[in-house]
């Protein structure tokens, strides 16, 4: 299987964290040593494995924020 | 390979679109006839393939704004 090297360079926080502490995270990642990217993702509580997760762009998140921010929560 | 069912029950917008026409979009989905839950992921113009996303509780998306709108964007 092919590694996928990370290196999470910029934590923003946390948005959950499930009965056995893993964590869906809004972090800055760089993947295979590509320039970094925001990254919506779940992970055990040591970042050593990685559950389902979406990137981002900086654009696509400010998009994101206006659109949460008119709906009603 | 197994089908997976999904309804979109409804859509609250896209965060962007590439060249190709596929779309970010925030949804509410209910996938194999569960609850629906909120679903943010990459679409075809036809919502008939998807790409990697991620699902998310009310919650989550409620600390996702909390966060966004803390952030610098």
């Known amino acids: 299987m092919a590694e996928i090297k990370f290196d ?12 056995k502490g893993w ?4 972090n800055l990642i760089s993947w295979n040593g590509r320039p970094a990217k925001f990254d919506l ?3 055990d ?4 494995k990685m559950g389902k997760g979406i990137t981002l762009s900086k654009e696509e998140l ?7 921010n008119n709906m009603e929560l």
């Open 41 to 43: 993702r779940e992970w």
């Open 23 to 26: 964590k869906k995270e809004l």
């Open 45 to 48: 509580p040591n970042h050593q």
């Open 62 to 68: 400010k998009a994101l924020k206006v659109l949460l």
């Open 8 to 19: 999470i360079e910029e934590t923003f926080g946390e948005i959950s964290e499930s009965a």
